[in-house]
């Protein structure tokens, strides 16, 4: 009995054990068989790419509605008045020429005057550049005053002094700038001059001039050749409220000018300055050319002024200067400037005798208002200095 016991019981462990063994079997094979991309998938997993930043958007900005600004106000200058504008700057005068009166006072208030003396006299003039014609008259003119007066005391001979320099100065001539207008046309003012006197500068100065006494101005930058030059002048401009013509660098100067007094005569302005381009008086070409400015502005009507501005630190070779420049254009007055700057104030004579062109105007430093006009009395009060 107990043998069929345990043979039972070894045959249900064995049925057991089988089927343990062939359930796991079955159920392996009814899963598929893996595929080639999930061997490769198991071997070699993928390779990660780092992450790239996406580059940021930029919106565009949001349309804004533009306030709307208030136009720039520039500032208007107002000139000093010209009246009386000698006098004002005589002390800057007479700081660089008294040398000059103190030299010819000391000579002359002496006991007794002997040849030497009175050629120490012309020297000192001539070295003024007041020219030896003009230094002849003078001193030949002194020596016969001293001689009938016998005056000896400073305030005497100072007085002789003002009166025979004033006499040289010519002090009748129309020094008065020809700027009225015409019907239904401005007057016409010319600049002309060498390189290097400070020309447009000096027309801008003009302008003022003529603004100060009550004119109304426009400018015609004919200088085409600096580039700066017009610039300069429309500065100028800007700061008294006067416009200025310009045409391209390089161009023709002569239809700047014409262009400008047109314009002149559409906005009904008084006087039209033309400014024009240094040059050198040796130059036959450029010299030839500023009359075919003075021309061309002609077919409008007549130039009523042509201002040659001379350097008075050039000395008499101001006067060779003024001589071309006259015979190319009819220069109708001078404008003497630098003349705070040199000892050489006797220039002022040579050309007016020399030539016959009265000194109409004179500058006496860089501010934009010391060009005045010139009075013959003013100017020896401020050579001879105070030494009276």
């Known amino acids: 009995m107990e043998y069929v016991v345990a043979a039972v019981i070894l045959l249900v462990v064995l049925v057991v054990g089988a089927v343990g063994l062939v359930v796991p079997k079955m159920r392996r094979r009814e899963l598929p068989p893996p595929s080639e991309a999930s061997t490769t998938t198991l071997e070699r997993p993928p390779v990660v790419e780092p992450a790239v930043e996406a580059p940021p958007v930029v919106l565009p900005p949001l349309p804004v509605e533009e306030e709307e600004l208030p136009p720039l106000i520039q500032k208007i200058e107002t000139p000093e008045p010209t009246a009386g504008r000698l006098v004002r700057l005589r002390a800057r005068l007479a700081r660089s020429q008294s040398a000059l009166g103190r030299g010819l006072l000391t000579v002359l208030s002496r006991d007794h005057l002997e040849e030497d003396d009175w050629e120490e006299i012309e020297d000192s003039l001539i070295t003024a550049d007041v020219g030896v014609e003009a230094t002849q ?24 002094l003002v009166e025979e320099l004033t006499a040289a100065l010519e002090p009748d001539l129309d020094r008065s700038l ?33 603004i100060a006494d009550g004119r109304t101005v426009l400018f015609g ?13 429309a500065t100028w401009g800007e700061r008294v409220g006067a416009e200025t013509v310009r045409g391209p660098e390089g161009g023709d ?71 071309v420049f006259t015979e190319v254009v009819d220069v109708t007055g001078v404008v003497l400037t630098k003349l705070d700057g040199t000892a050489k104030g006797g220039i002022v004579i040579a050309v007016q005798r020399k030539l016959g062109i009265p000194v109409k105007l004179v500058g006496l430093g860089e501010g934009p208002d010391d060009l005045a006009p010139f009075e013959p009395a003013a100017f020896v009060e401020a050579l001879l200095g105070e030494t009276a």
């Open 178 to 210: 020809r700027t009225t207008g015409h019907e239904g046309r401005p007057a016409v003012v010319m600049v002309v001059g060498v390189n290097g006197a400070g020309k447009t500068t000096t027309c801008g100065k003009i302008g003022r001039v003529l």
């Open 253 to 323: 100067p002569a239809s700047v000018a014409f262009d400008a007094v047109k314009r002149g005569i559409e906005t009904g302005v008084d006087v039209v300055l033309v400014d024009t381009a240094g040059r050198l008086q040796n130059k036959i070409g450029l010299m030839d050319e500023l009359g075919k400015v003075k021309r061309v502005v002609e077919k409008h009507g007549p130039v009523d002024e042509t201002l040659l501005v001379l350097d008075a630190t050039t000395g008499q070779n101001g006067l060779e200067q003024a001589r």
């Open 221 to 233: 930058a004919a200088d085409t050749f600096r580039a700066a030059a017009a610039e300069q002048l």
């Open 137 to 160: 008259v003078i001193v030949e003119r002194l020596r016969e005053r001293v001689r009938i007066l016998g005056t000896r005391t400073v305030a005497g001979v100072r007085e002789q």
